[in-house]
């Protein structure tokens, strides 16, 4: 299977399942078997859930993608070793972190809901014209794409998470904050944006929030 086949969804899912972390190979650089250069989109996925795993204040390096040939299997022996030997000396998946487990679930479950949205600021914003090593590089370590990605996620990942806890239950702004450790005045405005786009409404009769 192409690399490029792999989506950003499936590597966010992994690690909402509880692993540890991600290896991923493909083939080498401009060496692909296809038109697309799929090892391309590949790394740029990785790039981009990197950024997001170290946005939720995860470990970006329980994510790892190395290119080679299908000759180079000593290669991809010594590569999956000393990956298996980093995660072990990180530990288990947000223990290291020291984040809450039921926290990171929701984080990770609320980032695989903003793919879709995601996908479309990538073909418009996070899509590099020019497949090459030196251009890839280049813009995933721009000051400017982590603006981007810190913008992109902001909002839209604490909205997700807010809308994944009322799905549960209704709850109140000081609830919300609480779970997920945001200002009041955060979640307040945040409530506001999704009572506006129909998502949410206000129990006046409780003081909490519901979906709409």
């Keep these: 299977m192409c690399s490029g ?13 509880g692993q540890d972390g991600v290896f991923i190979g493909g083939c080498r650089l401009d060496e692909c078997n296809y038109i697309t250069h799929g090892n391309y989109d590949a790394w740029a996925n990785t790039y981009l859930c990197k950024k997001i795993l170290a946005y939720m204040g995860l470990n970006p390096a329980r994510l790892r993608i190395d290119f080679m040939s299908g000759a ?13 030997a980093q995660l072990k000396k990180l530990g288990p998946i947000g223990e290291s972190e020291g984040l809450d487990p039921k926290a990171l679930k929701v984080g990770l479950e609320a980032a695989r809901k903003l793919v879709p949205y995601i996908r479309l600021v990538e073909r418009e914003r996070l899509r590099v ?27 839209k990942w604490a909205i997700s998470q807010i809308m994944l806890l009322l799905e549960e239950k209704p709850l ?14 955060d979640v307040s405005r945040h409530m506001n944006t ?13 003081k909490c929030y519901t979906l709409a």
């Design 5 to 17: 086949r792999i989506d950003l969804e499936f590597i966010l899912r992994a690690f909402a399942n």
């Design 72 to 84: 180079d299997g000593n290669l991809l022996a010594e590569a999956t070793d000393d990956f298996t």
């Design 129 to 155: 014209p020019v497949k090459t090593k030196e251009a890839y590089t280049e813009f995933f370590e721009s000051n400017e794409t982590d603006r981007l990605v810190d913008d992109l996620l902001s909002d």
């Design 172 to 185: 109140s702004t000081r609830d919300i904050s609480e779970r997920l450790g945001l200002n009041p005045s």
């Design 194 to 206: 999704s009572s506006r786009h129909g998502l949410v409404k206000y129990d006046a009769a409780n």
